[in-house]
């Protein structure tokens, strides 16, 4: 108990320490309504008082041998206005309320394209039989203009998760094109081989269903050879229409070099999940690239406020097979 009340003491501290020093701020001094900024001075004073009479009640407290009932007096007055206090303001975002889905608002809503996207685990001695079998069949669907789906791209995973396929599908026309791909392919012996001989090589597997953000380019099949990367961000709820606002700004810094491939955000299985596919020559290409783009000025404030949207984030560099329009 009395670790606990010593870490409240030190949270204050560091609070107070952090107001008066100004480390409170945003880059070049700016003050923004969403943020907690404004309220420093504010938030200075009350924490000033606090933290004067806190340690002196503490100490009051354990040497009555009164500890529990300072503690449950504390946690009661603070939280009598938890709901409307300035220190719950402080830490809490607050999203606005909007009448319409954000995939409706974030979309291109005149071409409604639906993404899938597979990340196979794959049993590392059946690599090289999972990439042949896939370069039989996959190309042959994306082909026949029987199905409604387009290959995008298919990968393994150079760096990061290894021993690892991911594909990318669109579906031109929605889940009724989804819908009309996967009753067709049920009656498609070809495939229905395909998969049986598939599921000998994985370990596991996963899909999401994903749509496009408007303001990205459309993904295209390009000229190799190229290494992809797919940045991975897994937000936090409520916040996926600012991460929109931001990035409809930030993503002109990073089209000079044609990098940008796609941008989508998930719509089934892991929800709130932003997935970004960027090309680079190689490795050094994409050093440089992302270097050169902070020099821009506009894209440090773009990264410092989306950053706290972020609740975990991933990146796996990846290599085209010979069946990827993407290459």
């Given at each position: 108990?009395?670790?606990?009340?010593?870490?409240?003491?030190?949270?204050?501290?560091?609070?107070f320490?952090?107001?008066?020093?100004?480390?409170?701020?945003?880059?070049?001094?700016?003050?923004?309504?969403?943020?907690?900024?404004?309220?420093?001075?504010?938030?200075?004073?009350?924490?000033?008082?606090?933290?004067?009479?806190?340690?002196?009640?503490?100490?009051?407290?354990?040497?009555?041998?009164?500890?529990?009932?300072?503690?449950?007096?504390?946690?009661?007055?603070?939280?009598?206005?938890?709901?409307?206090?300035?220190?719950?303001?402080?830490?809490?975002?607050?999203?606005?309320?909007?009448?319409?889905?954000?995939?409706?608002?974030?979309?291109?809503?005149?071409?409604?394209?639906?993404?899938?996207?597979?990340?196979?685990?794959?049993?590392?001695?059946?690599?090289?039989?999972?990439n042949?079998?896939?370069?039989?069949?996959?190309?042959?669907?994306?082909?026949d203009?029987y199905?409604?789906?387009?290959l995008?791209?298919?990968?393994?995973?150079?760096?990061?998760?290894?021993?690892?396929?991911?594909?990318?599908?669109?579906?031109?026309?929605?889940?009724?094109?989804?819908t009309?791909?996967?009753?067709?392919?049920?009656?498609?012996?070809?495939?229905?081989?395909?998969?049986?001989?598939?599921?000998?090589?994985?370990?596991?597997?996963?899909?999401?269903?994903?749509l496009?953000?408007?303001?990205?380019?459309?993904?295209?099949?390009?000229?190799?050879?190229?290494?992809y990367?797919?940045?991975?961000?897994q937000?936090?709820?409520?916040?996926m229409?600012?991460?929109?606002?931001?990035?409809?700004?930030?993503?002109?810094?990073?089209?000079?070099?044609?990098?940008?491939?796609?941008?989508?955000?998930?719509q089934?299985?892991?929800?709130?999940?932003?997935?970004?596919?960027?090309?680079?020559?190689?490795?050094?290409?994409?050093?440089?690239?992302?270097?050169?783009?902070?020099?821009?000025?506009?894209?440090?404030?773009?990264?410092?406020?989306?950053?706290?949207?972020?609740?975990?984030?991933?990146?796996?560099?990846?290599?085209?097979?010979?069946?990827?329009?993407?290459?």
């Open positions: 108990m009395r670790q606990t009340v010593d870490a409240l003491c030190v949270t204050l501290e560091m609070l320490r952090l107001c008066r020093s100004g480390a409170l701020s945003p880059p070049g001094g700016q003050r923004r309504s969403l943020s907690v900024f404004p309220k420093r001075k504010m938030a200075t004073g009350v924490l000033q008082r606090i933290r004067g009479g806190f340690t002196p009640a503490k100490s009051r407290a354990l040497s009555a041998g009164n500890l529990s009932l300072w503690v449950r007096g504390f946690s009661a007055s603070n939280s009598r206005n938890r709901e409307d206090s300035w220190f719950r303001s402080l830490f809490v975002r607050k999203v606005d309320p909007r009448k319409d889905a954000h995939s409706t608002l974030l979309t291109k809503n005149e071409e409604s394209n639906l993404y899938k996207i597979q990340f196979h685990n794959v049993k590392p001695e059946c690599l090289d039989d999972y042949k079998l896939c370069e039989d069949v996959l190309p042959s669907i994306h082909a203009k199905y409604p789906c387009e995008v791209g298919t990968w393994n995973t150079w760096y990061g998760e290894q021993d690892q396929a991911v594909h990318l599908w669109r579906y031109r026309g929605g889940y009724p094109a989804l009309e791909v996967m009753n067709k392919l049920r009656q498609n012996k070809e495939f229905t081989a395909y998969r049986k001989e598939r599921g000998k090589m994985l370990l596991s597997r996963r899909n999401q269903l994903l496009e953000f408007s303001f990205w380019n459309e993904p295209m099949p390009r000229e190799g050879p190229n290494i990367e797919l940045r991975s961000y937000l936090r709820p409520g916040t229409i600012e991460w929109g606002n931001y990035w409809a700004r930030a993503i002109r810094y990073r089209q000079r070099n044609r990098e940008a491939v796609g941008g989508f955000f998930s089934i299985g892991d929800l709130y999940m932003v997935h970004h596919l960027w090309a680079y020559k190689d490795l050094l290409s994409r050093e440089a690239t992302r270097n050169a783009v902070w020099q821009q000025e506009g894209w440090h404030e773009v990264v410092y406020y989306t950053v706290p949207l972020i609740q975990h984030m991933d990146s796996r560099i990846m290599i085209p097979t010979k069946a990827s329009p993407l290459q």
